[in-house]
């Protein structure tokens, strides 16, 4: 079910809520990163300073700060995208469920904005305290090569799992909500696709119109 959703969201990518909204994410999430990059840049070499670094102003210095910067961008694009998608996935599932459930869309509750801030906020702040807590294990399965990347898709396939399920959920409440484990298949393929450069820029839209799909193919399903 998974392979034919992510294809399904694949192939919808074009439609002009999906892509209207893929923009909008790109845009504002990349000129957020920029800024906290160059605050994270500006910052550490001003901390590396007070503390009397010799290589604060040298290479070591450069290559401290753009490790540290890299690591963050790499942490952060996934609390920060999912964050500006959250309060325009309504959009995305919409033109999902015209497309391909009209019967779905004409039984659908839209969701007022005061929801949708709540659960945006609550995701991104349960993402962001989830991902602070598990930041020191990141560093230390560095050496590992494949630690960290394992231990993101475990913690974020179950986080992701939980908040792209909800947006869907929340337009169908008389709908029965999906199995723990169909959120964490839903979950972990998502949070593989923001491992992939290039790829990862695509992930919370293509998450939000998974999501939708495995939710109507289920409940088709099951009628």
Known sequence: MIAIAFFRALAQIGLPGVRAVLWRTLVLTLLILALLG???WFGLHWLLMRLGWSQA???GGALLS???IAVGV???FRIIAMAIVGFHADRIVVAVEQASYPARLAAACPVPFAVELRMTIRSTLRALGWNI???PAYLLLLATG???PLLFLTLNAYLLGCNLAELVEARHPAVPPFTPLARWQ???ASAVLFLPPVVNLLAPVLGVAMATHMFHARVTKQA
């Open 38 to 40: 160059t605050g994270i």
């Open 57 to 59: 102003d040298g290479v």
């Open 66 to 68: 753009t490790l540290v």
């Open 74 to 76: 790499w942490l952060l």
């Open 133 to 135: 807590a598990a930041l």
């Open 146 to 148: 494949v630690g960290p």
């Open 186 to 188: 839903l979950g972990f």
